[in-house]
């Protein structure tokens, strides 16, 4: 027998209605879903939330082997049920926990791998508990940790030294050897390529890089090659401008030997309170000994 279209549209809105509630229902009751907690090496996030109720069942799947004669949890005897293999964990707790209450939960692991534990705080929520969490570790092996924290720390040991050469210099003035230590090869550090868009002067530019140092100091390494008359030059002098035509405070230029046609040595300038983020449009004009050969750059940019 078929109905009238209205009694169908009647029931069709009302089956709707039922199941729209159903689905929301699953979705914020309490705890129908499934929860991923992901932990890794290496982060310093707060600790993941998991809500809990008095009176019903929390268990928490582990995909790799916990330890649990070590593990640590808050609260642990007011618990109604607990129970812990190296696989899950099984918590029911009691009527005494107050809303609101937080527990610290603490899981070492079983093979020694990196990060060697996962923390978790349970939050008593009567509302809300979360039934089913499965927690995932993303191991990373110990070799492969310890590696990481030895670049780190030769990293650091060379910031050090910088901060130490500029320290022994006195007041007032700077050593350029110091400050261009650890820029004679600028691969160990971060550096940006600059391309002039005009070259005057007999030389041939091959590479010009800027390097910040600090927020103090920078550095502009040039090796160039001598294309002109006479076979060496040494830089005695250096003015660096910007866009607007206003000179940056630099040292004098260094050199670990004159420029030849080889180009084994670079000429460093060594800028003093550079500004901000480098833009284009800066000029770089060099010069030896009574301005007998000069070197000019114009509309250097970043590359």
């Not at 330890?67 to 812990?84: A, C, N, Y």
């Not at 020694?112 to 508990?129: I, N, Q, T």
């Not at 261009?180 to 005009?198: F, G, I, M, S, T």
Request: with cysteine; hydrophobic share 40%.
């Amino acid at each position: 027998m078929s109905g009238s279209p209205a009694f169908i549209v009647l029931a069709w809105g009302v089956l709707w209605a039922a199941t729209a509630q159903a689905a929301a229902q699953e979705a914020s009751g309490s705890g129908a879903m499934v929860r991923r907690i992901d932990v890794q090496a290496g982060t310093l996030a707060t600790p993941p939330e998991v809500r809990i109720s008095p009176g019903q069942s929390t268990i928490v799947f582990f995909d790799a082997r916990i330890r649990p004669e070590q593990l640590v949890l808050e609260g642990r005897e007011r618990f109604q049920r607990f129970g812990v293999t190296e696989d899950h964990l099984v918590l029911v707790p009691s009527p005494t926990f107050r809303e609101g209450e937080r527990l610290r939960l603490e899981v070492p692991f079983h093979d020694g791998a990196a990060p060697e534990r996962a923390a978790l705080v349970l939050v008593v929520d009567a509302a809300r508990a979360e039934r089913q969490v499965e927690l995932y570790r993303h191991a990373r092996s110990a070799a492969s940790y310890r590696q990481e924290v030895e670049e780190l720390r030769a990293g650091m040991l060379r910031l050090e030294r910088q901060v130490q050469q500029l320290q022994r210099s006195r007041p007032g003035e700077c050593s350029r050897e110091a400050l261009v230590a650890d820029v004679r090869d600028e691969d160990l550090l971060l550096h940006q390529n600059w391309v002039p868009r005009k070259v005057k002067g007999d030389f041939v530019v091959r590479r010009t890089s800027y390097i910040r140092m600090s927020a103090r100091w920078a550095a502009l390494r040039l090796t160039l090659l001598s294309a002109g008359p006479g076979k060496d030059w040494t830089a005695a002098g250096a003015a660096l401008t910007d866009g607007q035509g206003r000179r940056l405070k630099t040292l004098s230029p260094w050199q670990e030997g004159p420029v030849d046609a080889t180009g084994v040595h670079p000429v460093v300038i060594v800028i003093e309170e550079p500004e901000g983020e480098p833009q284009s449009g800066y000029s770089l004009e060099l010069w030896d000994e009574g301005r007998k050969r000069t070197l000019k750059l114009e509309g250097l940019q970043v590359q």
